[in-house]
């Protein structure tokens, strides 16, 4: 049968450098190297997402760096589409598990840091709602200025019972993100964002 001509890798009928990362004692599918291929391209359109000092801080090689950076100026949609393809080749090419481990940390901590701040929500409206919230809290966090808190919980009650705009709660926010600033710095090392101890209801 004769061979089927490929262009410049844009055919996923066999490409060299995809092959030789899946198990040679395994057959070698045109899905599976198509499916690796699509990976890769997505990491190249996840890494155009990224800001800039992101970027940088992924060491990429120049090429593809340069790819990234070019993409970002791309609007024509046939260009686009072209650029997606030339970026999965380039990342064919390297070594992408220091890039997916990064990702993955950066991803991590996001989540960790909105889940510290959904906590800190949960705090403040609980102080609003309960009784016994702002003594709880002040028990794990016995530097809070206990008086500047307990006037802040008690404005923010009467704006809400007077449909007023929520100018004590957002205070009460800031000053429970000053005060757990300290703790989460601390645990930044670990990702660990939580605000919210297991006593407390949700």
């Known amino acids: 049968m004769k061979a089927k001509k490929t262009n410049s890798g844009t ?5 060299a450098n995809l092959a030789s990362k899946l198990n ?4 070698i599918s045109k899905t599976q ?16 997402e990224l800001p800039k000092d992101k970027l940088l801080k992924l060491d990429l090689p120049e090429a593809v760096l340069t790819a990234v950076l070019d993409s970002k100026k791309i609007t024509a949609n046939g260009a686009i589409r072209r650029h997606k393809q030339y970026l999965g080749r380039l990342m064919r090419d390297i070594d992408n598990a220091p890039i997916l481990e990064q990702l993955a940390r950066w991803d991590g901590k996001h989540s960790a840091e909105n889940a510290y701040f959904h ?8 102080m609003i709602k309960e009784a016994n919230a702002l003594s709880e809290f002040i028990a ?5 200025d206990i008086q500047q808190l307990r006037t802040l919980v008690r404005n923010a ?6 449909g007023k705009p929520p100018k004590s709660s957002r205070e009460i926010f800031k000053v429970l993100r000053d005060v757990t600033q300290e703790s ?7 990702d660990d964002y939580s605000v919210t101890p ?5």
Do not use: C, H, I, M
């Not at 190297?33 to 155009?48: F, S, W």
């Not at 906590?119 to 403040?124: A, D, N, P, T």
């Not at 989460?184 to 670990?190: I, L, P, R």
């Not at 297991?198 to 949700?202: V, W, Y």
């Open 140 to 144: 794990l966090y016995p530097q809070t």
């Open 11 to 15: 055919d996923f009928s066999y490409d």
């Open 33 to 48: 190297l198509k499916a690796e291929a699509d990976d890769q391209q997505a990491l190249g359109v996840r890494l155009t």
């Open 24 to 27: 040679a004692d395994e057959p």
């Open 119 to 126: 906590g800190l929500e949960r705090w403040r409206d609980r």
């Open 157 to 162: 009650q009467k704006e809400l019972a007077a």
């Open 184 to 190: 989460q710095d601390n645990s930044d090392a670990n």
């Open 198 to 202: 297991t006593s407390a209801k949700p």
